[in-house]
């Protein structure tokens, strides 16, 4: 039996049951995955796990039900709704994304990858699996975990991220127009449940008898990978400003990190400490500071230590928000309120 049609076969029975999948019995029995589904869950998969995911894909198509209602709510529901999701500029790629379709496309995706590469934000991955899991086109969906799987398949040794064009040569010539949305979603499943990054289940791969890292006898070794350079630390102050029962945020800039979304009160970020006299110039506004701790975050291209100041008090320009609503917040900043306000929630 060939490799596709093992991995197939093997698909068949252990798809995952995910809310935005049409697995393979219905799709055999004629049923299509919706555009907008699948796209709206390969941008919310970007970075971020099935298990993370997965409730806000629920939520927003709960609320959202078609790109075309997504394509009017308002920016400011759009990033709350995201909150927690992490790279926030997919947030704001999603409404232009919407917008576009919903405006120029009369609310309905384009059904090629060159059509869907002509929308805004949306990348050659992501026209690439929605051509192929939605429209069933024969298109090369490669993923991190597609090129863990090729790396492992035919022992690529050499190191990502160099090796990705060959990886993608490589799953190319995989790629059929049978069953093309099956198949990128069987390689995406195989690289997720079975052909893991550091503890491949080899005894359940229905392609080992293929894989020549497994044939070698250290699949876990692939791909191959370049010793990363140690993260940048940055430093910052963070000012939780209360009002009896509110707290005061702002809105960050809509361009670069955290671009738009609702905030905690900030110093700049960068490598050296604040001294006491810097953290307080740069405060929201004159009132009592304190010292309430710190929190460490990591984001992908930084780690930051935000020192936590906290006071009661007012200032002009800030957004005030209930204490019970600070959930919206992206996850750093939640991280820090709920810290400086421990004591007090």
Request: with cysteine.
């Amino acid at each position: 039996m060939s490799l596709r049609a093992r991995l197939l076969a093997w698909y068949d029975e252990n798809a995952r049951d995910l809310p935005w999948r049409v697995g393979p019995a219905a799709r055999a029995a004629g049923l299509r995955a919706d555009p907008y589904r699948v796209w709206l869950s390969e941008v919310m998969l970007q970075q971020t796990t099935v298990p993370h995911a997965a409730p806000y894909f629920l939520k927003f198509t709960a609320r959202w039900p078609t790109v075309t209602d997504l394509a009017s709510a308002a920016d400011e529901d759009v990033m709350a709704a995201w909150a927690g999701l992490g790279y926030y500029a997919r947030a704001r790629n999603l409404l232009a994304c919407a917008r576009a379709v919903a405006n120029e496309h009369g609310g309905v995706f384009p059904d090629t990858e060159e059509g869907l590469r002509s929308l805004p934000g949306l990348g050659p991955y992501t026209a690439a699996a929605v051509a192929a899991i939605a429209f069933d086109r024969a298109a090369n969906v490669v993923d991190g975990n597609v090129e863990r799987v090729m790396a492992r398949l035919f022992a690529v040794e050499q190191p990502l991220p160099d090796a990705k064009p060959e990886l993608k040569r490589l799953a190319a010539a995989l790629v059929a127009d049978d069953r093309p949305g099956d198949w990128a979603q069987a390689l995406m499943d195989l690289g997720a449940t079975v052909c893991r990054p550091k503890a491949p289940l080899c005894d359940r791969c229905p392609v080992s008898a293929h894989c020549a890292a497994q044939a070698a006898g250290a699949p876990e070794t692939y791909p191959r990978k370049i010793a990363k350079a140690a993260r940048p630390h940055r430093r910052g102050v963070a000012y939780i400003l209360t009002r009896g029962e509110a707290v005061a945020l702002v809105r960050r800039p809509p361009k670069g990190l955290l671009g738009g979304m609702l905030a905690l009160p900030t110093s700049d970020w960068r490598p050296e400490p604040w001294s006491d006299a810097e953290a307080l110039a740069a405060a929201p506004a004159q009132a009592p500071w304190r010292s309430v701790g710190e929190v460490e975050h990591v984001f992908t291209h930084f780690s930051l230590t935000l020192r936590l100041l906290r006071a009661e008090g007012d200032a002009e320009g800030v957004i005030w928000s209930p204490r019970r609503d600070l959930d919206a917040l992206p996850s750093v900043f939640l991280k820090a309120a709920r810290a400086g306000l421990a004591n007090l929630l």
